[in-house]
């Protein structure tokens, strides 16, 4: 067991690798992406909970009788929040500081919880003390906490409603499920565009910004699940000025249950579905290649959920042009 003072000096590191992550170069610290790191955490620890929603309205309530205050109310506008894809990135890295620090705390799990509640009440009086309110940091906490979480139970109970209904049973392989969830992500993140610059298909050898880094939201899921690190993800992918070849039954297939999962989670945003997609298909990548001995080698379901993802994008964004 850890006593006071090593109990300290975990949260004064973690502290301290916020700082460092958060930092940009003549620019000082970057607040929003301390606060999705924080708000990564809490995700971390509230899975310690048998219910983890009601562990975080209880961590919620914790923190409002420290504070002496409640989130600020009224409309939020969404734009003051980083893109889906940035949200998980950076969210992600917050659960896996909180792995991290926790394998050394060697206590009590909601002790661990306790203290990172204690954390952000610092930094929210900090951050007051600058001349951010303490209401709106809370606000901001409360959003980023249930985006991240969001696509974390998004991407599980998409791929368990996929595993009961699609493989168990329609019969689809392994394969066909991985191509039918990163295909809907690539389709759910061109319409998001609804026909903007960014959608517009290009000529080069790189992705558009938005899809690379939704492709990018996929393998990192595959990976932190143990899908073998290689640089064969865009091995094979098709040349730009072919006509696009997007696994379009399958993703028709599939649409009613995602369809439904996101009504019911009232999950509306196209972006947040397109990620949530992109993390399940990542966890079905390594469910499929992972191990020693996998069902689909590495090398071809990389570039197959690559395929996918990229090649529903284009698709509409060529309707798109047609339609122009």
């Not at 306790?114 to 959003?143: D, T």
């Not at 290009?202 to 690379?212: I, K, M, R």
Request: glycine share 6%; proline share 5%; hydrophobic share 40%.
């Amino acid at each position: 067991m850890l006593d006071f003072y090593h109990k300290a000096d975990v949260a004064s590191r973690i502290h301290s690798a916020i700082q460092t992550l958060s930092s940009e170069p003549d620019q000082g610290t970057d607040g929003m992406k301390s606060m999705m790191l924080l708000s990564g955490m809490l995700v971390e620890t509230v899975f310690l909970f048998e219910n983890c929603e009601e562990g975080l309205d209880c961590s919620f309530d914790r923190l409002a009788d420290m504070l002496g205050c409640e989130p600020s109310e009224g409309a939020f506008d969404r734009d003051v929040l980083p893109p889906a894809t940035v949200m998980d990135f950076d969210t992600e890295s917050g659960r896996a500081m909180a792995r991290e620090f926790f394998e050394e705390w060697l206590d009590c799990a909601y002790e661990f919880h306790n203290m990172l509640i204690g954390l952000v009440q610092q930094y929210f009086m900090h951050w007051e003390a600058m001349g951010q309110p303490r209401a709106e940091s809370f606000r901001l906490l409360v959003e980023c906490t249930h985006k991240a979480m969001s696509y974390e139970l998004a991407a599980q109970e998409l791929c368990d409603v996929v595993i009961e209904q699609k493989i168990g049973r329609d019969g689809w392989s392994l394969a066909d499920s991985i191509a039918a969830l990163s295909g809907s992500a690539g389709h759910r993140l061109a319409l998001s565009q609804d026909g903007m610059n960014e959608c517009c298909w290009f000529y080069g050898p790189e992705l558009p910004d938005l899809l690379d880094q939704t492709t990018y939201v996929m393998t990192q899921e595959a990976v932190r699940l143990g899908l073998p690190i290689g640089p064969d993800w865009r091995f094979g992918l098709p040349a730009n000025d072919v006509p696009a070849n997007p696994p379009s039954l399958l993703i028709s297939k599939v649409e009613p249950v995602c369809r439904a999962f996101f009504e019911a989670l009232q999950m509306h945003d196209l972006n947040d579905q397109a990620v949530s997609c992109a993390k399940a298909a990542g966890r079905m990548i390594a469910v499929a290649a992972g191990g020693e001995r996998p069902e689909i080698e590495p090398n071809i379901v990389k570039p197959l959920a690559m395929a996918a993802i990229t090649e529903s994008y284009r698709s509409i964004c060529m309707d798109y042009a047609v339609a122009r």
